[in-house]
């Protein structure tokens, strides 16, 4: 449902270490391990602490970043309606090159695209939003057994993630050249959220049937990307735009067809949805509502019954990624936030290689 994808798509997107959010310590008043210096902040402790550690539990206070989003884009991610928004922006006749950029990504989520010249129209018109919310609804209502004691609070997040917020913009069309037009508006002005999606896709565009839908199935090839477009990504992301941030993240967490990222003085490949996730908690640090409304933590909790999480890094931590998995999130969100804010990227290598066989992870967008 569109509406899902729009809450979600202004919303910081998934997880990290809990033994991390406690400076590395235990939870509980235990000693330090045997042999362990008790002065060392960083000595190893046994696999079994992770069995005493639960969401919701206090840890170290972290100091805030300055926020970077917008007065606009803090509108936009506010979880109401998107038709005002939309309302004012296509009848401004002076756009900012930011108002350009949000307005493509309105109309992108909430409008239906042109295709009319591309294939016929169905036999049976489609069903209402209205009428699909309903079914889905009862779809997940279903799914879920009245004994489950997570039951009221897993329909409260489902019902807050899959609200509409497209109501009124049933009518509006689209097609890709009018898009592309907006956003191109927006990097022009210098927009680096604008620039990042620009570049974003055009990585994707070769991929993309006449639809405007990927490519899968036999037909399916990953994406490549090219030395100016990759210098163009970190560019944007040294901005420090949340919207920015999270764009980056997504397409450089991608498997690309001729692009290896490196870590670390020892250059292993990186973790692909671990270094995803660091880089959408660093959308946290610049601005994104990374707190119980976050679009991630109420998938978390009405997908899977994980409710007791009171943030997104908490719900990274605990619920999505292993203890080690976590580790990982903390060394690259750090080592990402270095190499934003002083612009030396040297703890990563961006190799020219095809990456390791394995699973390919997607995160982009055409």
Known sequence: MKNVVFGLAFAAVVLGGAMLLRGGKDGTPSGPAPGANATDANARQSPEVVLRIAPGAPGPTRAAAPSKISPLMREANGGGSAKPIYDRLIASSSRTP???????????????????????????PPMSLAEARE????NFLAS????????????????????NRCDGMEGVKFNEAELRELIEKGAAGGDPKARARLIEKDIWAPLA???????????FKMPRITDSQLEGLREAARSGDPSALMIVGRVLSSTMEDLTIRAGPHEQTVDARAFFDAWTLLTCDAGFDC????????FACYAQGNCDAGDLREAQFFYNNSPQQSQRVAEYQSQLARAIQTGDWSYFQFVRAR??????????MP
């Open 98 to 124: 930011e108002e350009n950029y949000l307005l493509a990504e309105i109309i992108r989520m909430c409008g239906r695209r042109d295709m009319s010249k591309v294939v016929p129209a169905p036999a049976e």
């Open 135 to 138: 079914k889905s609804k009862a």
């Open 144 to 163: 879920i057994s009245e004994k489950d004691p997570t039951r009221d609070k897993r329909l409260k997040a489902f019902t807050q993630a899959t609200q």
């Open 209 to 219: 049937g006449a639809d405007g839908n990927m490519k899968m199935g036999p037909e």
């Open 291 to 298: 707190g119980p409304n976050n679009g991630q933590v109420l």
């Open 355 to 364: 990456p390791p066989t394995g699973m390919t992870s997607l995160f982009g």
